[in-house]
C-alpha cells in the first residue's frame, strides 16, 4: 500500500465520512447511504473517509460484505469479544426462560450484584440498574444533588457522559451545539505535556483548577453536588498518568461537601489492565461509579454504584424504577462477561499485551517529530500527534490521515482529544500478542506518512 496517497480528510470530517463524498463510493454503498439518509436522518454519522459495511464479527475481527477481515482496535463495547458463545448462549438460554423487571425477586440479579459489588471497594455497597451508560450517569447526577443539596458539576474541558438532556448539559466534547449549564464550570484535563507546571505538579495544577472552579460556583450562589470524570479521559485525549492525580480533586470535592462520580463506563471492567476499575490505579474511593457499555458485551445494561448511605433518604422518598434495567436477559448478559472476564484472565492479558503494544509503538515513534507521546494503560491507548515538538501543537489533519491509513491496511482505530489528534486505540479483551504483532506492522506503515 502506497500510504502516500491516502487523501487526508478536512478537520472537520476527523474520522467521520464526508457526505460530499457520496458519488465517489460504489453504487451500492451509494444507494443504502441514501436509504440511511432517508430514514435515519441527518445526526447519523458513518466512520472513516470510505464507508465500512461491516455483516459479521467473531473475537476481536470484523468483517465487510465481500469478507474481507478488519482487525478491531476500537470497539470497547463487545469487551470479551465479538460473538463470544458464553454470552451468546446465556442470553439465548434466559430468552427462553424469562425476561422480566427487578420488581419481582430473581436469584439471578442478587447473584451478579454480589459479585460486582465484589469488584468495588467495600464502601461502595449498593448497585441499581439502568440500560445505557447515559442513564447510570443522569441517576447518579440525580442522587448527587439530592443528596448534597446543590446543584453545582465540575468536569473536564473535553469530558463526554451521555446523551440525555442532563447529562449532555456537562458533556462539553458534544460541541457548541449542546449549552453547557449554567450549573457546570471546566476545570483543564490532565495533561502534563501542555499545561503549565512551572508553579507545581500536575496535581498541583489541577487542585488549584478545581479551587477555582468551586469558587466561581459559590460566587454565582451555587454550590458543589459533584465532580465527575471518565476515569481515563477518553475523550480529552487519553491521560492515565502519573496515577494519584485524582487525590487532590477528591479532597477538594470533598472539603465543600460535594461528592466525586467516576464514570468507568469506558475504563471499567479491568481495561486498564491494572484493576477492576480506573479509579482505583488512583488509590481513591468515589462516593458513586458508573458503569456501561462493556458490562453486557453489546446487551443494553448499565449501573450507578453507591456507598449506601447516600440511597437512604433518596430511597425513601424519590420513587425510582427503570422498566428494563437490570431485566432477566440482560443480567445473564452481565454474568456471562463477568464470567468470562475472570475464567479467560483478560485484565490479565489487557496488561501484557497493552504494554507490548505501548512499547512497540514508542519503538517506532522514535525519531517522529510529530509524534508527541504514546500514553495509556493496558487496553486503553492515546498516541498524541502535534505539527512539532517545540509548540506542541495538536495536528488532528494528521490523525485523520492515520486512522484512515490504518482502515485501507484493514485496522480499525478512531481518534479523540479537543482537536482530534490522539489516536485512540481500546481493543476488545481477547486481544492477543499475534493480534498486537498485526497492529504495530500496520502502524509501522502508517507511520511512514509522518516521516
Same mark, same amino acid.
Not at 72 to 95: F, L
Not at 217 to 229: D, E, N, T
Not at 361 to 376: N, P, T, Y
Given at each position: 500500500?502506497?500510504?502516500?496517497?491516502?487523501?487526508?480528510?478536512?478537520?472537520?470530517?476527523?474520522?467521520?465520512?464526508?457526505?460530499?463524498?457520496?458519488?465517489?463510493?460504489?453504487?451500492?454503498? *451509494?444507494?443504502?447511504?441514501?436509504?440511511?439518509?432517508?430514514?435515519?436522518?441527518?445526526?447519523?454519522?458513518?466512520?472513516?473517509?470510505?464507508?465500512?459495511?461491516?455483516?459479521?464479527?467473531?473475537?476481536?475481527?470484523?468483517?465487510?460484505?465481500?469478507?474481507?477481515?478488519?482487525? &478491531?482496535?476500537?470497539?470497547?463495547?463487545?469487551?470479551?469479544?465479538?460473538?463470544?458463545?458464553?454470552?451468546?448462549?446465556?442470553?439465548?438460554?434466559?430468552?427462553?426462560?424469562?425476561?422480566?423487571?427487578?420488581?419481582?425477586?430473581?436469584?439471578?440479579?442478587?447473584?451478579?450484584?454480589?459479585?460486582?459489588?465484589?469488584?468495588?471497594?467495600?464502601?461502595?455497597?449498593?448497585?441499581?440498574?439502568?440500560?445505557?451508560?447515559?442513564?447510570?450517569?443522569?441517576?447518579?447526577?440525580?442522587?448527587?444533588?439530592?443528596?448534597?443539596?446543590? *446543584?453545582?458539576?465540575?468536569?473536564?474541558?473535553?469530558?463526554?457522559?451521555?446523551?440525555?438532556?442532563?447529562?449532555?448539559?456537562?458533556?462539553?466534547?458534544?460541541?457548541?451545539?449542546?449549552?453547557?449549564?449554567?450549573?457546570?464550570?471546566?476545570?483543564?484535563?490532565?495533561?502534563?505535556?501542555?499545561?503549565?507546571?512551572?508553579?507545581?505538579?500536575?496535581?498541583?495544577?489541577?487542585?488549584? *483548577?478545581?479551587?477555582?472552579?468551586?469558587?466561581?460556583?459559590?460566587?454565582?450562589?451555587?454550590?458543589?453536588?459533584?465532580?465527575?470524570? &471518565?476515569?481515563?479521559?477518553?475523550?480529552?485525549?487519553?491521560?492515565?498518568?502519573?496515577?494519584?492525580?485524582?487525590?487532590?480533586?477528591?479532597?477538594?470535592?470533598?472539603?465543600?461537601?460535594?461528592?466525586?462520580?467516576?464514570?468507568?463506563?469506558?475504563?471499567?471492567?479491568?481495561?486498564?489492565?491494572?484493576?477492576?476499575?480506573?479509579?482505583?490505579?488512583?488509590?481513591?474511593?468515589?462516593?458513586?461509579?458508573?458503569?456501561?457499555?462493556?458490562?453486557?458485551?453489546?446487551?443494553?445494561?448499565? =449501573?450507578?454504584?453507591?456507598?449506601?448511605?447516600?440511597?437512604?433518604?433518596?430511597?425513601?422518598?424519590?420513587?425510582?424504577?427503570?422498566?428494563?434495567?437490570?431485566?432477566?436477559? =440482560?443480567?445473564?448478559?452481565?454474568?456471562?462477561?463477568?464470567?468470562?472476564?475472570?475464567?479467560?484472565?483478560?485484565?490479565?492479558?489487557?496488561?501484557?499485551?497493552?504494554?507490548?503494544?505501548?512499547?512497540?509503538?514508542?519503538?517506532?515513534?522514535?525519531?517522529?517529530?510529530?509524534?508527541?507521546?504514546?500514553?495509556?494503560?493496558?487496553?486503553?491507548?492515546?498516541?498524541?500527534?502535534?505539527?512539532? *515538538?517545540?509548540?506542541?501543537?495538536?495536528?488532528?489533519? =494528521?490523525?485523520?490521515?492515520?486512522?484512515?491509513?490504518?482502515?485501507?491496511?484493514?485496522?480499525?482505530?478512531?481518534?479523540?482529544?479537543?482537536?482530534?489528534?490522539?489516536?485512540?486505540?481500546?481493543?476488545?479483551?481477547?486481544?492477543?500478542?499475534?493480534?498486537?504483532?498485526?497492529?504495530?506492522?500496520?502502524?509501522?506503515?502508517?507511520?511512514?506518512?509522518?516521516?
Amino acid at each position: 500500500m502506497d500510504t502516500s496517497q491516502i487523501r487526508k480528510p478536512s478537520r472537520a470530517m476527523i474520522n467521520g465520512f464526508d457526505p460530499n463524498r457520496l458519488d465517489e463510493l460504489p453504487e451500492h454503498m *451509494q444507494k443504502n447511504i441514501r436509504r440511511r439518509d432517508q430514514s435515519l436522518g441527518p445526526s447519523y454519522r458513518l466512520f472513516y473517509d470510505t464507508p465500512l459495511e461491516i455483516v459479521r464479527g467473531k473475537g476481536v475481527t470484523l468483517f465487510d460484505r465481500d469478507g474481507n477481515d478488519y482487525l &478491531d482496535v476500537y470497539n470497547n463495547v463487545p469487551s470479551v469479544g465479538h460473538a463470544h458463545p458464553r454470552v451468546i448462549a446465556a442470553v439465548h438460554e434466559q430468552m427462553q426462560t424469562l425476561n422480566t423487571n427487578t420488581r419481582y425477586v430473581q436469584e439471578s440479579i442478587l447473584k451478579y450484584s454480589e459479585q460486582l459489588l465484589s469488584t468495588f471497594p467495600a464502601e461502595l455497597g449498593n448497585v441499581m440498574f439502568t440500560c445505557t451508560g447515559s442513564e447510570a450517569n443522569d441517576l447518579a447526577m440525580r442522587v448527587a444533588k439530592y443528596a448534597t443539596g446543590n *446543584q453545582g458539576i465540575i468536569v473536564t474541558s473535553g469530558a463526554y457522559h451521555g446523551l440525555t438532556t442532563e447529562v449532555a448539559s456537562f458533556s462539553p466534547s458534544l460541541g457548541i451545539g449542546v449549552p453547557l449549564g449554567a450549573n457546570v464550570r471546566v476545570i483543564d484535563p490532565p495533561d502534563s505535556l501542555r499545561y503549565p507546571l512551572d508553579q507545581g505538579s500536575l496535581e498541583d495544577h489541577l487542585r488549584n *483548577q478545581v479551587r477555582a472552579a468551586i469558587a466561581d460556583l459559590h460566587r454565582h450562589g451555587i454550590g458543589v453536588a459533584a465532580f465527575i470524570a &471518565d476515569s481515563i479521559f477518553s475523550s480529552d485525549g487519553v491521560f492515565t498518568g502519573p496515577a494519584g492525580f485524582l487525590g487532590p480533586i477528591v479532597e477538594e470535592i470533598h472539603a465543600v461537601g460535594g461528592l466525586y462520580i467516576a464514570d468507568e463506563v469506558q475504563p471499567g471492567f479491568g481495561r486498564t489492565g491494572e484493576a477492576w476499575w480506573g479509579f482505583q490505579r488512583h488509590g481513591i474511593v468515589p462516593d458513586i461509579a458508573t458503569i456501561g457499555k462493556p458490562m453486557g458485551n453489546g446487551i443494553p445494561v448499565a =449501573a450507578a454504584i453507591f456507598k449506601p448511605e447516600l440511597l437512604l433518604e433518596f430511597g425513601k422518598n424519590i420513587r425510582y424504577f427503570n422498566t428494563f434495567g437490570g431485566n432477566s436477559v =440482560a443480567i445473564a448478559a452481565a454474568q456471562a462477561v463477568l464470567d468470562v472476564i475472570r475464567e479467560e484472565s483478560l485484565i490479565e492479558n489487557a496488561h501484557k499485551v497493552g504494554e507490548k503494544i505501548i512499547t512497540g509503538l514508542k519503538d517506532l515513534s522514535q525519531g517522529l517529530d510529530q509524534v508527541a507521546e504514546v500514553r495509556g494503560s493496558g487496553f486503553f491507548i492515546g498516541v498524541d500527534l502535534v505539527t512539532d *515538538q517545540s509548540t506542541l501543537t495538536p495536528d488532528g489533519e =494528521a490523525a485523520a490521515g492515520i486512522v484512515n491509513v490504518l482502515r485501507e491496511d484493514r485496522i480499525l482505530i478512531s481518534a479523540c482529544g479537543a482537536q482530534g489528534n490522539v489516536l485512540k486505540l481500546r481493543p476488545p479483551m481477547p486481544f492477543s500478542s499475534n493480534d498486537a504483532d498485526r497492529l504495530l506492522e500496520a502502524m509501522g506503515r502508517a507511520f511512514k506518512a509522518l516521516r
